[in-house]
């Protein structure tokens, strides 16, 4: 599940509804002249989601810790490659993909 946080950067006066959402699928962007939808193996995954955290660690012990949370994510969320181009198909690819695995 996703949940809201208190932090809104720079829309600090922006309205905010504390809600929560099921994470269905993380998606890697990669733009492509096609649509398509592609499982990135686990040890890439953690890999894809490590280098995605918009923190440095630089502590070992924490570094530790945000590659076994990434790990624990990516074993219980898909992590994907998302090929798109500059039209709104995607979306049709994302729904097929879930239809598909469900």
Same mark, same amino acid.
């Given at each position: 599940m996703l949940y809201g946080v208190p932090f809104r950067g720079e829309l600090s006066e922006a309205?905010?509804?504390n809600q929560h959402a099921p994470?269905?699928?993380?998606?890697?962007l990669r733009? $492509?002249?096609?649509?398509?939808?592609?499982?990135?193996?686990p040890i890439k995954a953690v890999a894809?989601?490590?280098?995605?955290?918009? *923190?440095?660690?630089?502590?070992? $012990?924490l570094a530790s810790m945000l590659v076994d949370v990434c790990a624990k994510i990516a074993h219980n969320v898909p992590v994907l490659s998302l090929h *798109?181009?500059?039209?709104d198909g995607f979306w049709r690819v994302?729904?097929?993909?879930?239809e598909n695995v469900s």
């Open positions: 309205p905010r509804a994470l269905k699928g993380i998606f890697r733009q $492509s002249t096609d649509h398509a939808v592609e499982p990135i193996e894809e989601i490590v280098g995605s955290s918009p *923190f440095v660690v630089m502590q070992r $012990s *798109f181009k500059r039209d994302i729904d097929e993909y879930f």
